[in-house]
C-alpha cells in the first residue's frame, strides 16, 4: 500500500527482455534505501513492484507480462525518469490518499495549461474507468497523488502545483502522453459491493438502476 506522495525521483538505467516479461534495473537517486530489503514493495510510477536484487543505490525488480500490458512501464526505456515511493508502513502519514500500485488502466494527456505558476492538465481516462472518477474526488497518476478539479465525460482536469511539478515527472507531460491511472480504491470496493449476489455470476452487467432501487439508492421515477 502506498499514499501517492512521491519521495524521489529515479531513472531506468537498465532493461532486459526475458521472453514474455522484462527485468528493470531502478537509480534511486536520493530515496533512502536503508530500511529497504529484498522482497520489499517500491512504486515505480505507481506500479507496486518487488525489489529482487538490491544494490547501494537501486534495485532491480521483474515486470510481467500482465503488467505490461495494463500498464506504460513496456514504453520505459533506458534514461527514463520515474517516480518512487516505499510501501507505507503503519507509522507512515498518510498524505494523499490510500493507493494499491495495482495499475487499472493507461490514459492520456489531451491537454496541457499554463495557469500562473501552476499547469492544469486535462487527461483522458478509458471509457470503462470514467465511472469511478469524480470532482474533488481522488485519483493517482503515474504514482501521484492527485484531486480531480472537474469531469468532462471520460476526461477529467487537475491542477498541479510547483512543488509537485519539480517533485515528479509530471513537468515533462505533454499532449499525447501516457500515463498509469488507479482509481479510487473505494470506488471500485463499492461497486462491487453494490452488486449484492450478483458479483457471484459468471459474466457481470456491473451496477443497473434495478441494483440500485434494490441497494434504496435511487427511487422509481428518478
Request: charged letters at 20%; proline letters at 2%.
Amino acid at each position: 500500500m502506498f499514499s501517492g506522495i512521491i519521495k524521489a525521483v529515479g531513472g531506468v538505467v537498465s532493461r532486459e527482455s526475458t521472453g514474455a516479461d522484462i527485468r528493470l534495473r531502478i537509480d534511486t537517486a536520493d530515496l533512502d534505501l536503508s530500511d529497504v530489503v529484498l522482497g520489499d514493495s517500491i512504486a515505480v510510477n505507481g506500479v507496486c513492484l518487488t525489489v529482487t536484487t538490491l544494490l547501494s543505490n537501486g534495485f532491480w525488480a521483474d515486470v510481467s507480462g500482465e503488467t505490461l500490458a495494463r500498464t506504460v512501464l513496456g514504453d520505459t526505456g533506458v534514461g527514463s525518469a520515474v517516480n518512487l515511493e516505499k510501501a507505507l508502513t503503519l507509522s507512515t502519514r498518510l498524505g494523499g490518499h490510500l493507493v494499491t500500485g495495482h495499475v487499472d488502466g493507461v490514459a492520456e494527456v489531451v491537454q496541457r495549461t499554463e495557469q500562473g505558476r501552476s499547469v492544469k492538465f486535462r487527461i483522458r481516462a478509458p471509457d470503462r474507468l470514467a465511472k469511478y472518477i469524480a470532482q474533488k474526488g481522488s485519483v493517482c497518476v503515474d504514482g501521484i497523488s492527485l484531486t480531480v478539479n472537474g469531469v468532462h465525460g471520460a476526461e477529467f482536469e487537475l491542477n498541479v502545483v510547483p512543488h509537485t511539478l519539480q517533485q515528479t515527472t509530471m513537468d515533462g507531460y505533454r499532449p499525447g502522453c501516457r500515463v498509469n491511472l488507479e482509481v479510487d480504491i473505494i470506488a471500485r470496493y463499492l461497486e462491487r459491493l453494490l452488486l449484492g449476489e450478483r458479483a457471484a455470476l459468471p459474466v457481470s452487467e456491473g451496477l443497473t438502476v434495478d441494483t440500485l432501487l434494490a441497494a434504496g439508492l435511487a427511487r422509481n421515477g428518478l
